[in-house]
């Protein structure tokens, strides 16, 4: 299993919670029809079936795709435990669990390829995952995948704000280094939230809610919430890495006091998103 990249996910999923929308989400609720095919791809470590539960989507049928096994194993291992301890009966089947009248199973796979081959799928989820892949391909994903009227819930895609505090004069050469090297990356879009968004309004759906959900990770008296120290360390690292085929003055100097100040708890960190809710044409 990748412990790294399941302690990473998990890391970040108080900032999740605290990022995502009401709005978008209660417009979701509204629209989302009863009994529903869900399809989560990119589904990490499976944290899309406790937000179910949690907003009373319990009469479904859910199957999470992500292309890192280890994550799978892990989703598999975690979630039914977790719900078992907020009082939940979870009853273990061949290919995964139930819990009231929600099926659940978490696959191994590509998660493109996944979408692909859905079809009449009620409700697609995609968390963290539009700013990873094209954005043509993904949008053409899901409207094959649709049922007539069904929707797609695309939360916490980034959109090319990243934001560290106290200033360092180094700031905006290391952001603009940052964002290079996302978008260099095959299929990678560093303001993915809004293009996602102009491509919706030209598909023959309709966008139905759309709002920011930055990241924003604070401390609180010198310490951070959860294990969100570990996740802003790993920030970091991607930002150093990004840094080491830049020509930035004073990267050095930024990445040390970074570090510092995250030791010392006294770093914050923000990074732009949106939520976007689209639906389906009827017919």
């Known amino acids: 299993m990748n412990h790294t990249e399941t302690r990473y996910l998990e890391a970040k999923r108080s900032l999740d919670d605290c990022a995502r929308s009401p709005r978008v989400r209660d417009r979701l ?6 009994e529903p095919q869900i399809l989560d791809i990119g589904c990490g470590t499976g944290t899309t079936v406790p ?9 479904a049928t859910y199957r999470g795709v992500d292309g890192d096994a280890g994550v799978i194993e892990f989703a598999r291992a975690v979630r039914p435990a977790e719900l078992r301890r907020i009082g939940r009966s979870v009853t273990h089947e061949e290919r995964g669990f139930t819990v009231a009248d929600l099926s659940v199973a978490y696959e191994t796979g590509d998660a493109l390829a996944a979408l692909e081959a859905a079809e009449a799928v009620d409700l697609i989820v995609a968390q963290a995952f539009a700013d990873l892949v094209p954005i043509p391909e993904l949008l053409a994903g899901i409207e094959s995948a649709l049922a007539p009227g069904g929707l797609a819930y695309l939360p916490i895609t980034f959109d090319g704000g990243t934001i560290f505090q106290p200033d360092h004069p180094a ?3 290391v952001e603009a280094a940052y964002h290079d090297a996302i978008d260099a990356e095959p299929g ?16 023959d759906g309709d966008l139905l809610a759309m709002a920011a ?19 802003l360390g790993c920030i970091l690292d991607f930002v150093e890495t990004a840094l080491s085929d830049a020509d930035v003055t ?3 100097d930024w990445i040390a006091t970074r570090r510092e100040q995250l030791a010392a708890g006294e770093l914050t960190y923000v990074a732009h998103q949106y939520d976007l809710l689209y639906r389906a044409a009827e017919t």
């Open 171 to 173: 700031d905006e050469a």
């Open 213 to 231: 959900s930055d990241w924003v990770l604070r401390p609180r008296d010198g310490s951070y919430s959860a294990d969100e120290a570990y996740f």
């Open 51 to 59: 937000r179910l539960i949690e907003w009373g989507i319990d009469t």
């Open 250 to 252: 004073q990267s050095a």
């Open 29 to 34: 609720l509204s629209a989302l029809a009863s």
């Open 188 to 203: 990678r879009d560093v303001h993915a939230g809004r293009h996602l968004a102009d491509a919706c309004r030209r598909a």
